[in-house]
């Protein structure tokens, strides 16, 4: 059966027994251990180059200091997968899953909002640059972005702070899984409210977004109306727009619908069990699709930073004019062992 419901039934003496409301995970289980591993793998090598490109770029734009932020964040939820892995395989205990709900799960939605934000700023800049491709006086300089930057990481590390702390025990049960089983009762609250915050900050940011590129592609029209020419490049940067605004609708818009209805349904008792278990389900689905993001990223840098780009096939030509004489080498190598 893969639903557990919750209620009540009268034994012998009359006391009333509660069933325990929880999915039965023997299927999907397996499915989103897999999952996460071929994500944990791709997204820490894309990851890891894009942060090898990026340490030899200097930060004198406030578009590169956005995208090393980006790509800081992305690197922190894809060690997130690690314990996900964990926590879905027969190697669990109770005191790593509690590790799990007040750290590993903490650091996930962290970073995920940075990244939003982030990419919000992107767009932000990006429109600048297509409304004032100089510059002007009022523009803001890397250093700003700089403590812009540090000002969003310590906001939203100390608005998600409590959802480490408030907790009311070290101990769960062999096969809990909630991580709202633990929490106390402000943690409950607190959880809400961080609830509604975020959704605040994703849906302000993808309008934020989504107005950006509309007056980006004004913009690029009334270019192209003015010189004709120049037709290619616009077709060059729309596809550089439905990119972005593609990796936000696939990846974040659908756990926000669903994000609401189901922390009511840990935090209150506000809906039957199948409910609360179709819930679930949603989550984990919708949750698995934000994960892409840290994957999707890393095609971003390539497509709108022409540093990012110029670098990585800078460093990958040395790579290759290496490796021949690498080889040579130890081929001597190994003649003068033989010999």
């Known amino acids: 059966m893969d639903l557990n419901e919750t209620g009540s039934f009268f034994n012998s003496s009359n006391s009333t027994v509660k069933v325990k409301c929880a999915p039965d995970r023997r299927n999907s289980q397996m499915i989103f251990l897999m999952f996460y591993t071929i994500l944990f793998i791709a997204g820490f090598l894309m990851n890891s180059l894009a942060i090898w490109v990026f340490f030899e770029i200097p930060s004198k734009s406030n578009f590169i200091v956005y995208l090393k932020n980006t790509v800081m964040a992305d690197t922190l939820m894809i060690l997130t997968f690690l314990f996900k892995i964990i926590v879905e395989s027969q190697f669990r205990t109770p005191r790593f ?21 982030f990419l919000m700023l992107i767009s932000a800049d990006r429109y600048q640059k297509a409304v004032k491709p100089f510059g002007h006086p009022g523009t803001c300089r890397p250093r700003t972005a700089k403590i812009i930057s540090a000002t969003i990481w310590l906001s939203l590390f100390l608005l998600v702070l409590p959802n480490m702390l408030l907790f009311k025990g070290s101990s769960m049960p062999q096969n809990e899984r909630k991580c709202s089983s633990l929490k106390t009762r402000l943690g409950l609250k607190w959880h809400e409210i961080v609830n509604f915050v ?87 689905s919708t949750l698995s699709m934000i994960a892409l993001n840290a994957c999707f990223d890393p095609l971003i840098y390539f497509f709108l930073c022409r540093s990012f780009k110029k670098m990585l096939f800078t460093k990958l030509n040395i790579c290759a004019k290496r490796l021949p004489k690498l080889q040579r080498n130890m081929h001597s190598s190994n003649m003068e062992t033989s010999l």
Not at 104 to 116: A, E, K, R
Not at 214 to 241: C, T
Request: some cysteine; charged content about 15%; overall charge positive.
């Open 97 to 117: 899953q509690i590790f799990v709900c007040q750290v590993s799960s903490v650091i996930f939605y962290l970073t995920m909002y940075i990244s939003i934000i």
């Open 198 to 284: 975020c959704q605040i900050i994703f849906w302000g940011s993808l309008l934020i977004i989504v107005v950006c590129y509309i007056l980006i592609s004004r913009e690029l029209y009334k270019s192209y109306q003015k010189i004709r020419g120049s037709s290619r490049h616009s077709k060059k940067i729309n596809v550089n727009v439905f990119l972005v605004l593609a990796i936000f609708f696939v990846c974040f818009v659908p756990f926000h619908f669903a994000r609401i209805p189901y922390t009511l349904s840990q935090t209150r008792d506000a809906f039957k069990c199948s409910v609360q278990i179709a819930l679930y389900y949603i989550k984990e």
